[in-house]
């Protein structure tokens, strides 16, 4: 069956340092990989998302990365700030609009 | 342009009783879908649905429902509470020809049941 996981719940980075935040998926057939964060208190948000044909995808400040060889999934934040803090996930969609999402890493900023 | 708004943001209930849960949209959204989180099984997919009709369906009993209206806002209900169905309950809209995974949660209903 499909799976989403990471490979931690939680992870510290000094402020201004690049975080970088790994997924690694089970479903060779999901057409999207996204990512979410969610902000104590709120719902998710999204931040980037990549297509299966993709190996890597830029935004303002993310990069996500895709290797399909290894079915791993990551999120690099550069010059992390301290409103980066938050729980993030990994989802993965395949053909239809239900999105299934990884446990979450916790992102500690350190000042 | 308003986000996406769900009431009641906390309700509290006891075992057995039902409880209906609303979600609102961002305008000109028709794709709404709910999510249940919870700390021990995380986000999990309750539904989809897309011009009043229901596309997707997630592995939930069938105390599980929900519906959507022609202005494209949803309700989900739960019936018959059980103490596992606290948790927050996340309504997410998407644009119909936006990103593929860019879905747009509201701040969620916390449930808690007693």
């Known amino acids: 069956g499909e799976s989403v996981g990471l490979h931690l719940p939680t992870l510290s980075v000094q402020e201004g340092d690049n975080s970088i935040i790994n997924c690694a998926y089970s479903n060779s057939a999901s057409d999207y990989f996204i990512w979410y964060k969610q902000e104590s208190g709120k719902g998710p948000q999204f931040i980037i998302d990549i297509r299966s044909n993709m190996d890597k995808r830029q935004g303002q400040r993310v990069t996500v990365l895709l290797n399909k060889t290894v079915k791993h999934l990551s999120l690099q934040i550069a010059a992390t700030q301290p409103g980066d803090s938050a729980v993030y996930f990994c989802a993965e969609m395949n053909g239809n609009e239900k999105l299934t999402f990884g446990t979450g890493t916790r992102l500690t900023i350190i000042p | 342009k308003a986000g996406v708004t769900q009431t009641p943001r906390y309700l509290i209930k006891t075992r057995g009783q039902q409880v209906t849960l609303s979600c609102s949209p961002i305008s000109g959204h028709r794709s709404v879908s709910w999510y249940q989180q919870t700390p021990g099984q995380g986000l999990q997919f309750l539904f989809e649905?897309?011009?009043?009709?229901?596309?997707n369906k997630g592995n939930f009993p069938g105390r599980f429902s929900g519906r959507q209206f022609s202005n494209s806002r949803s309700e989900m209900n739960v019936s018959t509470l059980e103490l596992g169905d606290s948790a927050l309950y996340l309504c997410?809209?998407?644009?119909?020809?936006?990103?593929?995974?860019?879905?747009?949660f509201g701040e969620g209903s916390r449930l808690t049941v007693l």
């Open positions: 997410a809209s998407k644009r119909s020809g936006g990103l593929a995974g860019e879905l747009f």
């Open positions: 649905y897309f011009s009043e009709t229901q596309r």
